[in-house]
């Protein structure tokens, strides 16, 4: 054998030894090694009409809504159950007398299947109907504030060493651990509500063929465009909207969702496909939420398939290392959300999630609400750190890390008050 065959050899006997995916989904940082890319129109219909008005874009709206559904997020079942709440504890005065809390099981009765979810509902003391904040927590209700008396909630939990998870069941040392994420005491002072839900209640966070949490109320052969985990997610927030639509003290109209991370890609589809929710906020939602995917930046769609493989459909493979192939963007599910509000944080050391891709897809997203009558997003480039970008859509990049802080907080509670306050 001559030298550079026995080299070659080495080298395809090297290749051969590297899991498939560090050869596949090497993320890029570089705007200069961003492919050329051309965005669909969301004021385009896919037989190349434009939209030109309101009641066309509805049926754009449509058309996009099918595609996320089919490609991206998968078709979630309608809901014709029952939602059974049951009181498990009240307290008239909680965090320091200035907020009513409530815990509540939420029991999804579908036909002779059941699945229990437990909201945890704080409220400030007013004789107003409040505004609430609705979104999943990742750890349990018990580390969303300090306070003893919430039951310790977590069928199924990641361990997690910094929430005192071990084992997969969430525990006491994990109280009061994700507080700084909740804000609640800033939440109630500004007079909103804040209802909670631990995100593993509604669907585990882990790929069990569409058998567990609320998939396992419905008899179904999952399919290509069966709903993944995010959808599911999702389909949770809709149920938990039901229930505070019953709720004396809530104002339904004035139900902001929220979320960080893969709960923030599940508020923003939430937000796309129940028009109850009058505000919605996604936190560093990054690939599958609110960044671009065909910008191919940081986290992509085949590295995201390949780490969570329940998240999306089965059909969102097709585009693994294919962005170029997708129908839909990013910038298209921020559309579906128009003319309601809806506010993007990125932040600066958080690139996995591509902020200048969720900047983008506001841009883009911003001729729908002008249709609307709304005003658009100014495409003035990347605003400084901590300078929020807002109208009817909202936008900032903070300093620091992957993470919701005080500072989000205080711009969603702005955004809240600009576009729900009561004057
Ligand atoms: C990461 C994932 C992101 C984001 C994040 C999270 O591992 O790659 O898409 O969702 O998890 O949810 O914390």
Not at 114 to 133: C, G, I
Not at 143 to 164: F, K, L, Q
Request: aromatic share 10%.
């Amino acid at each position: 054998m001559n030298k550079s065959v026995f080299l070659l050899l080495c080298i395809v006997m090297y290749l051969s030894i590297i899991p498939v995916s560090a050869q596949k989904f090497v993320p890029n940082y570089d705007e200069s090694k961003i492919p050329a890319y051309t965005l669909p129109d969301p004021l385009i219909f896919e037989n190349g009409s434009k939209v030109r008005t309101e009641k066309e874009w509805e049926k754009r709206r449509e058309e996009i809504l099918r595609i996320f559904e089919s490609e991206v997020y998968g078709i979630s079942p309608a809901w014709k159950g029952k939602i059974i709440p049951a009181l498990l504890s009240s307290e008239a005065n909680a965090l320091d007398g200035t907020a009513v809390r409530r815990e509540i099981r939420l029991t999804l009765k579908n036909g002779s299947k059941e699945l229990p979810l437990v909201m945890l509902l704080y409220l400030p003391k007013t004789s107003e109907r409040s505004p609430v904040f609705l979104g999943y927590n990742f750890n349990g209700n018990h580390t969303v504030t300090d306070e003893p008396g919430i039951s310790v909630t977590g069928s199924w939990i990641r361990n997690n060493v910094s929430t005192g998870a071990a084992g997969n069941r969430a525990s006491e040392a994990g109280r009061g651990k994700e507080a700084s994420r909740w804000q609640v005491k800033e939440i109630i002072s500004r007079g909103y509500g804040l209802a909670t839900i631990y995100y593993g209640d509604a669907d585990p966070d882990f790929d069990d063929g569409f058998k567990n949490g609320v998939h396992g109320l419905y008899d179904q052969q999952p399919d290509d465009s069966s709903w993944g985990t995010i959808a599911a997610w999702a389909w949770g927030l809709s149920r938990a909207m039901d229930y505070l639509e019953t709720v004396a003290e809530v104002d339904p109209g004035r139900v902001i969702v929220m979320g960080h991370s893969r709960l923030g890609k599940t508020a923003l589809w939430a937000g796309a496909t129940d028009k109850r929710f009058a505000v919605v906020i996604s936190n560093n939602s990054g690939c599958g939420g609110a960044a671009l995917s065909k910008r191919v930046y940081g986290e992509t769609v085949g590295s995201i398939n390949e780490s969570f493989p329940h998240w999306f459909c089965e059909n969102f493979n097709k585009y693994n290392l294919k962005e170029e192939l997708l129908p839909v963007d990013q910038h298209q599910l921020l559309a579906l959300i128009a003319p309601r509000p809806v506010y993007v944080a990125s932040a600066e050391e958080d690139q996995w999630a591509d902020p200048k891709g969720e900047f983008l897809s506001c841009v883009k997203a911003s001729p729908v609400y002008v249709l609307l009558g709304k005003k658009g997003f100014p495409d003035t480039g990347m605003p400084p750190v901590n300078t929020p970008v807002v109208g009817s859509i909202g936008y900032h990049i903070r300093t620091g890390g992957h993470d919701v802080t005080l500072y989000d907080w205080k711009q969603y509670l702005d955004f809240a008050d600009l576009h729900l306050k009561r004057k």
